[in-house]
């Protein structure tokens, strides 16, 4: 892979949100998928990541996978997975020896700031779950700031949740209606979502994950709103599940 690597480098997760604004078919860019985006999304993918057991992968995807004409980085390598590399975790844990690794993401972003790359652009990775926004977000937050503090490029879509917040704590007080931009993309996000989950029954595990994931943060998005304002302030776009919905 590094004797055509390019200079720039896409990762790209399951966020409807962002995931189609990748430059999956750009020839200026290695296409990094996380797990089998590719199943549902179709791109010129350089290399697929499925760091998880074999136990924990669909066997529908691990039929997939053997299909796979692009290396796919594993926890280790296997015979029936003709395309399978050992992910060099020794060599990543070397480099970055905090020992934090919460997420896929994570991994992905240390191996590719080790490749070399110039940019590194991530596209379809939101995290907004209970147990992605608890750790998981922070965990790829913070690998994207070493990619900053070492001069590599470092583009996220404006529609992406990370590396973002409602103001300038200390600077600037909470603004009325501060949340709703929050609250109005993960409501957006989570109507896109819906919309894959009637398109795309074959992956309907990844979507209502994803829909569990977002109204769970709506919620705490919500609660944090009325901790600062006393009331949910604004009219985000109702959702099936919100008070203010009809009947």
């Given amino acids: 892979m590094e004797s055509s690597r390019k200079s720039k480098l896409a990762i790209v997760g399951f966020a409807s949100t962002t995931r ?3 430059p999956l078919s750009d020839p200026e860019w290695d296409v990094w998928e996380c797990n089998q985006l590719g199943m549902i999304l179709p791109g010129n993918y350089t290399a697929r990541f499925e760091l998880h057991h074999l136990t924990e992968i ?13 290396p796919v980085y594993m926890i280790e390598k296997h015979a029936d997975i003709p395309m ?3 992910f060099p975790i020794e060599t990543i844990e070397a480099e970055f020896p905090r020992g934090y690794w919460c997420s896929s993401i994570a991994y992905m972003l240390a191996f590719g700031m080790i490749q070399g ?6 596209w379809g990775v939101d995290m907004a779950m209970d147990s992605e926004y608890q ?3 922070p965990n790829a937050e913070y690998f ?9 490029e470092l583009i996220v879509p404006e529609a992406s949740l990370l590396l973002k917040s409602p103001w300038r704590y200390g600077y600037e007080q909470p603004p009325v209606g501060a949340y709703d931009t929050i609250l109005g993309a993960l409501t957006k ?4 979502t819906l919309k894959d989950l009637a398109d795309h029954r074959a992956t309907a595990r990844f979507c209502e994950g994803a829909d569990h994931a977002l109204k769970w943060a709506i919620s705490q998005v919500e609660s944090a709103q009325r901790e600062v304002y006393g009331c949910t302030v604004g009219n985000p776009v109702a959702t099936p599940d919100r008070k203010d919905a009809k009947e």
């Fill in 20 to 22: 189609k604004d990748a």
């Fill in 189 to 192: 996000q989570r109507q896109v």
């Fill in 135 to 137: 750790y998981q977000r």
């Fill in 84 to 86: 399978s590399v050992r």
């Fill in 144 to 152: 994207m700031g070493i990619a900053e503090g070492r001069g590599i």
């Fill in 58 to 70: 669909a066997p529908e995807n691990l039929d997939w996978l053997k299909k796979s004409t692009i």
């Fill in 117 to 122: 790359y110039e940019t590194i652009g991530v």
